[in-house]
């Protein structure tokens, strides 16, 4: 089941905040977040498994709601390092196979 | 960290032939890999889960017939695209995890492939 991404497309200046969300309609086993450059392989950025959870590094966080049905990423002072595509991929169950959100387009210009 | 290597990164092919892709891991063991497929501006489809020493799982709509996928050692998975048609012309790109890492997957450079 293929998880819901907002929004599909974010255009900021440099230094500006975002927030991407990445929803379930049944409880998820973890939540993992990518970064994708055009014509390059998706770029891990981190991994959710608890209800409840916050983690982060540099000015890129990620939260997992007490449910596990809803994952936010959190991109502070964006850099434009920061353009890219954001995926969310989610894993119901045991199971390891993730299934990705349609994406988020994050265009960060100067 | 972990290391997928996938090669080629670009093939061009005549239509009706069939086409490998190899996808590697470098320096880890992975008892499964996954296949995905991304069109342009679009999401990574799941294709399949290859599972060392066994067959591998195929995602509802995909042809197993079509993409044949061999895992035939811990670091190394196949796919062929078999019969190849300008409508299998896509990105295709495989992923692994570490499992001594508590980290996500590792994709590889991804496959670009065209079929005319």
């Known amino acids: 089941q293929q998880p819901v991404q907002s929004p599909q497309a974010v255009i900021l200046r440099e230094g500006e905040d975002a927030v991407i969300n990445c929803s379930s309609s049944?409880?998820?086993?973890?939540v993992h977040w990518y970064r994708q450059k055009h014509g390059e392989a998706p770029i891990f950025l981190m991994i959710?498994?608890?209800?409840?959870e916050q983690k982060g590094h540099d000015k890129i966080s990620a939260s997992f709601n007490e449910k596990k049905q809803q994952s936010s990423l959190y991109l502070t002072a964006s850099q434009l390092s920061y353009s890219g595509t954001y995926f969310c991929g989610t894993a119901q169950g045991g199971s390891e196979k993730l299934v990705f959100g349609k994406g988020t387009k994050l265009t960060v210009n100067p | 960290g972990a290391v997928v290597s996938q090669h080629p990164s670009r093939v061009i092919c005549k239509s009706g032939t069939s086409v490998k892709i190899e996808c590697r891991s470098l320096d880890f063991q992975a008892t499964t890999m996954f296949w995905y497929r991304q069109f342009p501006k679009q999401s990574l489809m799941l294709m399949a889960t290859?599972?060392?020493?066994?067959?591998?799982?195929?995602e509802q709509g995909v042809e197993k017939d079509k993409f044949l996928i061999n895992h035939a050692s811990l670091t190394l998975s196949t796919l062929t695209v078999t019969s190849a048609h300008p409508e299998d012309s896509s990105f295709y790109i495989c992923s692994a995890r570490d499992p001594r890492e508590a980290s996500g997957y590792t994709f590889g450079s991804g496959t670009r492939l065209t079929v005319v």
């Open positions: 959710l498994l608890k209800g409840g």
């Open positions: 049944k409880a998820l086993y973890s």
């Open positions: 290859s599972n060392e020493g066994s067959k591998a799982t195929y």
